[in-house]
């Protein structure tokens, strides 16, 4: 077949691909759906794990890629029914504070931080946040976390000693607290009830991995720990590497440390966890993985049911134009020639379906993005390419067997057909 007759015959399909849509606008409308369905649910889930992706790394940029972290449990999905079988790490000892100052003389390491969480009800004057984040850091937190304090300062070494009642607030709690022109440092908020002064404002970059763009507070660990109450054994202990050391170093180093500390026999295995950042992203691509197969599945649901629509709709119409496709049988049209134009009217009909689900996906992907701008949800390339692949693969596999069909028609009983 000449190009120039493939083109003709490409576009006449499409044409009578459309005139059929019309013509039967409900049928057309449930394949339509979905085929939109399937697509909308992996182009938007997509575009949220692009965004995802993206924010992580901004984390792992801003954190340090050496940092890892010192926990009295295993990070993961870990059942647990409270015995010692399933949870031996329940019995292990949290980290104290004197582990942690030794642990920030070692050669190898830079910075220890502690960091214990809370929720508080933060109030100033008639303003009030009902329930959020109260973080509580040890000293030089400002240098193992990302983000700047302007104006005012972090909290010193004798204010956590004394479990001092300061607090910096970050941007979404200035905002909610205070009016825009108000400096909030040295004004005095209440924290359930007992009055904190502000000494700081603190900006950071939120994002999926940091917990998003929410109200936050940090004061001193040690005013958390006397004046809420808080479990200290599972306080998250960050650990940065010296410039130029490798992190297994750092590593190999730590729990040198800690076994010798807690005069741990070499048979014994260790009572702590160390949780690099690659565990923390094996954990997260996990996740993400299983939030892709039941993605798959709905879109293969969907693409399945708009499938079905697509061989009903098109044997109808094979069925209503067996005069017609009679007729062009006889003045010379080939077998071919009609299975082609039926394999391009079943690919028209999807590719509408699959534009549609592509057109939802991408608005959702921006919505998400303005709603939650700690998530940059984007839609991937290989997202537009998935999309024309599967409108094609759909089109193909589930209208050939109508185009077999209308190809196998005999030229004279398709002439008789009333």
């Known amino acids: 077949m000449a190009v120039s007759a493939r083109i003709s015959a490409l576009l006449e399909g499409v044409t009578i691909a459309l005139d059929a849509i019309r013509a039967n606008k409900v049928r057309a409308a449930l394949t339509i759906l979905g085929i939109a369905v399937g697509v909308f649910s992996v182009t938007a889930m997509a575009a949220m794990i692009h965004g995802i992706n993206e924010s992580v790394a901004k984390d792992i940029e801003s954190a340090g890629a050496t940092t890892f972290f010192i926990t009295r449990w295993p990070v993961g999905f870990n059942s647990c029914d409270g015995t010692d ?36 009800v933060f109030k100033y004057g008639d303003r009030a946040l009902p329930s959020a984040q109260l973080t509580g850091y040890t000293p030089g937190w400002e240098q193992m976390t990302g983000g700047d304090i302007n104006p005012g300062r972090s909290f010193t070494i004798e204010e956590n000693a004394s479990g001092a009642r300061v607090v910096l607030l970050n941007d979404i709690a200035v905002q909610h607290l205070f009016a825009d022109s108000v400096n909030p440092v040295g004004k005095s908020v209440t924290i359930d009830g007992a009055p904190f002064e502000v000494i700081g404002w603190y900006h950071y970059h939120p994002s999926f991995f940091t917990g998003g763009d929410h109200a936050m507070g940090i004061i001193p660990v040690q005013t958390l720990i006397r004046h809420y109450k808080v ?44 949780v690099t950042q690659d565990r923390l992203f094996q954990v997260y691509n996990n996740t993400v993985g299983v939030i892709g197969i039941v993605t798959l599945v709905l879109s293969a649901v969907g693409l399945l049911v708009g499938g079905v629509g ?48 592509f057109l939802l996906g991408w608005g959702a992907a921006a919505f998400t993005k303005w709603q939650w701008p700690n998530i940059p949800a984007s839609v991937p390339p290989v997202a537009v390419l998935i999309a024309i692949v599967a409108s094609i693969i759909t089109g193909i596999a589930f209208g050939v067997l109508p185009a077999v069909r209308a190809s196998r028609l005999d030229p004279v009983t398709a002439l008789r057909y009333e």
């Open 85 to 120: 079988e399933l949870c031996p790490w329940r019995h292990n000892p949290g980290t104290s504070f004197a582990e942690m100052t030794a642990m920030g003389r070692l050669p190898s390491v830079q910075g220890v931080m502690g960091e214990l969480d809370f929720n508080g």
């Open 231 to 274: 479990w200290v054994p599972d306080m998250w202990v960050s650990v940065k590497p010296e410039a130029g050391v490798s992190r297994d170093q750092a590593v190999d180093d730590i729990i040198a440390y800690l076994r010798g500390a807690r005069g741990l026999r070499p048979e014994r295995r260790n009572n702590f966890e160390i």
């Open 310 to 357: 697509v061989i009903a709709i098109m044997m109808i119409s094979v069925t209503e134009r067996t005069r017609e496709i009679g007729v062009r049988k006889a003045l010379g049209a080939t077998r071919l020639i009609i299975l082609w134009q039926f394999l391009i009217e079943a690919v028209t009909l999807t590719s509408i379906g699959v534009g549609i689900g």
